[in-house]
Each structure stands twice: as structure tokens, then as C-alpha cells.
């Protein structure tokens, strides 16, 4: 019986193991770059939140002062043009401005898990980094022939200009200087309009 003999040189077991390596890398790199989308989406919505919530706040202020200044002139009744209108006990604006905050506060805190893992990230980066690996990112560089890497597909947006990269799929991850995984990536072109 012939049966397929396995090559167990330490040459090619060591690079089993790095190909093996460099697909933890790869998935690595993956789920930090959604963390880090993650954030910043986060981020941008909480603060949109908060001036949100500023702008009510001032609002509240604001229509708190006119009715003062009207109780002040003319009462708690105020006639005008055969309309009565009764204002009743203003509520306590302290209490709810603080509570507002405080909902502020803890919308941020929802922050902090998405920063440290951001931050574990980096960390983890710079160690595969320091062990020999490279991981090469193509976002926002101009696109040329001569790369290597594969084009997935291209992207007509007149924001951008042609030939430019506008999202890196697969980064390209070297070991000791040897490339392992080949970048994958969407490139822009000129709108078919055009």
C-alpha cells in the first residue's frame, strides 16, 4: 500500500505554524479594526446625545426664565387677547437638569469597555509587531498596479478621488520581512456619469 508520506522537516512544520500564526493575526486584526468602528460609531452617536440633550437643557432654562419674567409682571394669570392662561407651580428644574446629567454620565460610561479593548488592541499589535509581524493597511493610499494585493471590487464616488483605496478587507501581514496573506481591498473609480 503506498500511502502519501508527510513532510516533517522543521522547515515546513515551522511554517504550518506560521501560517497557523498569521491567521490568528489575521482574525486578530479583524475583530480590533470592528472594535475600533465600533467606538468611534459609538462615540459620534453619544455625542450627538449630549449636545442633544445640552441644547434641551437650554431650552428648558431659557423657557423657565420667560415664564419667571411673566409671573413676575403679571401674576399667576396671564389675559391676553381673551386667552387665560394659569401657570402652575414651576417644577423643581434643578432636580431634572441634574438628572439629564446624570444620564449623560452614564451614557458615557458605556464608552469605557470600547476604549479598553481599543487600547488591549494597540497593545496586542505592538507585541505581534516587536515578535516579527507586520500587518499593512491600505486605507486612503493611492492604488497601483505594481501592489500586492487583490482587488475585491471598485467603488464609483464622486467624494474621492480615482485609484485611491477606500477600505482595506484583508490586510497584507509579513513574518520576519516574507509576506503571508495578501491585502484584499475596494478601490474608488471615477462615477460612470462622469
Not at 36 to 46: M, P
Not at 63 to 88: A, C, P, Q, W, Y
Not at 91 to 119: A, H, M
Request: overall charge positive; cysteine-free.
Amino acid at each position: 500500500m503506498d500511502e502519501e508520506k508527510i513532510e516533517t522537516s522543521p522547515q515546513n512544520i515551522d511554517e504550518k505554524l506560521i501560517k497557523g500564526y498569521v491567521d490568528t493575526v489575521f482574525n486578530i486584526w479583524r475583530m480590533g479594526k470592528d472594535a475600533n468602528l465600533n467606538y468611534e460609531e459609538t462615540k459620534k452617536r453619544l455625542d450627538d446625545i449630549n449636545r442633544i440633550l445640552n441644547e434641551h437643557v437650554s431650552f428648558i432654562l431659557q423657557v423657565d426664565r420667560e415664564f419667571t419674567k411673566v409671573n413676575r409682571m403679571h401674576g399667576r394669570v396671564l389675559k391676553r387677547n381673551g386667552i387665560v392662561l394659569r401657570f402652575s407651580d414651576s417644577f423643581d428644574l434643578e432636580g431634572y437638569i441634574r438628572k439629564v446629567q446624570f444620564q449623560q454620565k452614564t451614557l458615557e460610561k458605556t464608552l469605557i469597555p470600547l476604549k479598553n479593548l481599543s487600547k488591549k488592541y494597540d497593545r496586542t499589535l505592538r507585541i505581534l509587531k516587536k515578535n516579527g509581524f507586520q500587518i499593512v493597511e491600505f486605507d486612503g493610499k493611492k492604488f497601483n498596479d505594481g501592489m500586492s494585493i487583490k482587488v475585491l471590487g471598485y467603488d464609483s464616488r464622486s467624494d474621492i478621488e480615482e485609484d485611491i483605496i477606500i477600505e482595506t478587507v484583508k490586510p497584507t501581514i509579513f513574518f520576519n520581512g516574507k509576506e503571508y496573506l495578501k491585502g484584499e481591498v475596494i478601490v474608488s473609480k471615477k462615477p460612470d456619469d462622469e
